[in-house]
């Protein structure tokens, strides 16, 4: 019955087209859209939730046909089809355009060939409410548009920090596709208005400017999850991309069914996006709420595990105490998904970096990559790993696999650069670290990164300058203070390299400072008993930057010290000395 019946209200002829949506439901997909163990949960999911997408149970069913299936049973008859003559069309104007297509299968193939695309941004949908608090919204649902169609190994979808790069531009299609290299552009505009969510979405080729498709969703709040999986079906479809059933369903898979876990969810991952110790801690909040809405959703272990991570890879925590919350959240988005590859990333990145489990870890990246081939950070992280381990060659090839993926991304750009720094190829990575700062000038770490390229070339007068700019724009992070620190040392400046010294002392009292940092400036001044001294503390709180102990030419005065090779062997890292590259 219809929800007007179910509620006892008046009723008419839409009433019965909605009983009709009902039997047309259930003829595609063998099952009915509203069901329950009582009649009154029949009752309240009519009323209030919609039914799963019918391509999540019966993928030869056209985006039109399912169209026209939801036309009928929406909850307000005002939106539903207004007469049954007005449904009938639709249906013979359907059956007229799958006879069409089925007559000219061997042109509509020719054509395929000639115009199916292959790469594609979406850029950040507009948040066009008037409230600010709602921008999560809209950066959630690109997010989730970008991943579902991540999922396609034949489609290039740009990952989310190259298309945030354009949030808040007035951006020409075809100009994006020249500087992203891709096929397709999607743009659009979400609205929240009451409890109505109302999304523009545009997809233009980039080749000539032409829109491929143009839809507007007028929907329940509630609809969301429903909304963004009609999205990500109808742009394959209009991209002509052929998806095997397996990918269908990764494209639409759905980690919950709970419309506030996931808006928890979104704004967990809208804060973790921000980068800062108050935006993880915020996460987290977001993703805690998220999991006690939905015990059983994975994402919501994961962005916690990822929370933890960057809280410890910043040094906002003591590495022990996030990594050992870390672990638990990955492992138990795994118990739940063993093939959220999120999470096989997250669980390599423990491993690796700061459990010194190195085969486990390329086990976890290579998983990953098999599972999602598009997961730009996946990429990323393995040729760190690679890179941290001396196999230059294949961390190369991972990071630009990445590049390719996410060519904005500052810190791809930036990894790509430490790959020649590592390599002692200074040249190659001052020129990368100059392109990621041609991306965004103020960017601290580019600067860092090329004060530290100057130091190892003794041009020592030019390093400092980009470190004091590093530390400006950075507000005095300690991990750039402590490669300035180093540089005074190794350009003889050392009492300024003691005042560094004695400021990360003293912060160290207000909060998390690494050892390893202080390692690093003992080492520039030649002291080498406290280098060590403080390097066995960092290897005591398995510091994620201890994991670069091999690769850093900062400490190649102590490789000759049977201290240090001792140290490799307890990171799990052999301990032959890296030759510069010829």
């Known amino acids: 019955m219809s929800p007007e019946q179910a509620l006892g209200r008046e009723v008419d002829y839409r009433s019965d087209i909605f009983s009709l949506g009902v039997v047309l439901y259930e003829m595609a997909t063998g099952r009915l ?29 056209s985006t039109e046909l399912e169209h026209i299936i939801r036309k009928c049973l929406e909850k307000d008859r005002e939106r539903r089809y207004q007469s049954a003559s007005e449904l009938l069309i639709d249906l013979k104007n359907l ?26 941004a979406v850029l950040p949908l507009v948040n066009a409410s008037t409230d600010p608090n709602m921008e999560y919204l809209s950066d959630g649902i690109t997010e989730s548009i970008i991943n579902g169609l991540a999922q396609l190994p034949r489609l290039r979808v740009m990952a989310r920090s190259t298309v945030f790069r354009y949030k808040g531009r007035e951006v020409d299609p075809q100009e ?56 990500a079906m109808k742009i394959s479809e209009k991209l002509k991309i052929e998806m095997t059933i397996h990918e269908r369903k990764r494209v639409i898979k759905r980690y919950t069914e709970n419309t506030e876990a996931y808006e928890a969810y979104l704004k967990g991952r809208y804060y973790w996006n921000k980068r800062t110790a108050e935006g993880f801690k915020k996460g987290i909040e977001y993703f805690q709420q998220a999991i006690e809405k939905d015990p059983r959703y994975a994402l919501a272990y994961a962005g916690l595990a990822d929370s933890y991570i960057m809280l410890a890879a910043y040094n906002f925590l003591p590495p022990i105490e996030a990594i050992s919350k870390a672990r638990a959240a990955a492992m138990k988005a795994l118990e739940i998904d063993g ?15 700061n459990e010194w489990n ?73 020129e990368q670290y100059g392109k990621t700062l041609e991306i965004d000038s103020n960017f601290a770490v580019a600067h860092s990164r090329i004060g530290s390229a100057y130091l190892q070339q003794a041009m020592y007068a030019e390093a400092i300058t980009e470190l004091e700019k590093a530390r400006e724009l950075s507000g005095g992070k300690p991990l750039i203070l402590a490669v300035l620190g180093y540089a005074f040392a190794v350009a003889n400046e050392k009492d300024k390299a003691r005042a560094v010294l004695d400021e990360l002392k003293e912060r160290s009292k207000r909060e ?32 994620s930057w201890l994991s670069h102990l091999k690769a850093d030419p900062k400490f190649d005065s102590l490789r000759s010290d049977q201290r240090f090779a001792d140290l490799l062997r307890r990171i799990g890292l052999p301990p032959e000395a890296i030759e510069p590259a010829r």
């Open 512 to 543: 998390y400072v690494s050892p390893y940092y202080l390692a690093m400036i003992y080492t520039g001044l030649d002291e080498k008993d406290q280098a060590f001294e403080y390097l066995e503390i960092a290897c005591e709180e398995h510091s």
């Open 358 to 430: 190195w085969s486990v870890a390329e086990e976890e990246f290579k998983r990953a990559i098999k599972i999602n081939p598009n997961y730009a950070t996946a990429h990323q992280w393995y040729g760190e790993y690679l890179a941290v381990i001396g196999r230059f060659d294949e961390a190369l090839a991972e990071i630009k696999r990445a590049h390719q993926l996410d060519p904005l991304s500052l810190v791809i750009n930036i990894a790509l650069g430490d790959v020649f720094y590592y390599q002692r190829r200074y040249d190659e990575a001052i």
């Open 95 to 120: 059956q007229r355009d799958s006879d069409a297509s089925a007559g000219t299968v061997a042109q509509s193939r020719r054509k395929r060939s000639r115009k199916s695309i292959n790469s594609l």
């Open 176 to 231: 994006v596709g020249r500087d992203l290299n891709v096929r397709a552009v999607l743009e659009g505009r979400v609205l929240q208005f009451e409890d109505r969510l109302i999304i523009k979405i545009e997809l233009v080729d980039t080749s000539d400017g032409a829109q491929l498709w143009g839809e507007q969703y007028n929907r329940s709040h509630s609809d969301i999850l429903a909304v963004q999986d009609e999205i």
């Open 33 to 61: 859209p509203f069901s329950g163990k009582t009649a009154t949960e029949i009752i309240d999911r009519i009323t209030h939730t919609q039914p799963e997408a019918v391509a999540r149970f019966n993928y030869s069913v």
């Open 339 to 353: 093939k959220l590859a999120e999470a096989h990333v997250s669980l390599a990145a423990i491993e690796g970096e």
